[in-house]
């Protein structure tokens, strides 16, 4: 399985920014979907969650209200669309995937085992 994520880049707080990730290699359907981030010098956090069937989504409380995640499953990708960014948005995003058969807590941001290479957000404020 390989994770293939794009859209990072710069934007003014306030604005909106949509990351994708592609998944090859394996059926979408049998993986949760998640997007976790790494803002400078600080850990990896989780950001939100959903499985490749769609249903019901998560997210961390930092980014509730403000992130949505999607998926188009016959496109294999997973979105995450931000709107009102703040600065402390700001980190490296990184998708991930885990086979739903691992029975994980993929939807509190646990057990991943697959990982993309991440994509850069920057938020200028």
């Known amino acids: 399985v390989q994770l293939q994520a794009s859209g990072g880049g710069l934007v003014q707080s306030g604005g909106s920014l949509r990351l994708s990730c592609v998944l090859s290699?394996?059926?979408?359907?049998?993986?949760?979907m998640g997007w976790f981030r790494q803002p400078p010098g600080k850990v990896r956090e989780f950001a939100a969650a959903?499985?490749?069937?769609?249903?019901?989504?998560y997210y961390s409380d930092s980014v509730k209200g403000r992130f949505t995640i999607s998926i188009d499953s016959a496109k294999n990708t997973v979105y995450l669309q931000m709107d009102t960014l703040k600065p402390e948005d700001a980190a490296d995003y990184y998708c991930?995937?885990?086979?739903?058969?691992?029975?994980?807590?993929?939807?509190?941001?646990?057990?991943?085992?697959?990982w993309g290479q991440g994509t850069q957000v920057t938020v200028s404020s």
């Open positions: 991930a995937a885990d086979r739903m058969s691992r029975g994980s807590r993929w939807f509190s941001g646990i057990g991943y085992e697959f």
């Open positions: 290699g394996d059926t979408f359907y049998n993986y949760a």
């Open positions: 959903i499985s490749g069937y769609g249903g019901t989504p």
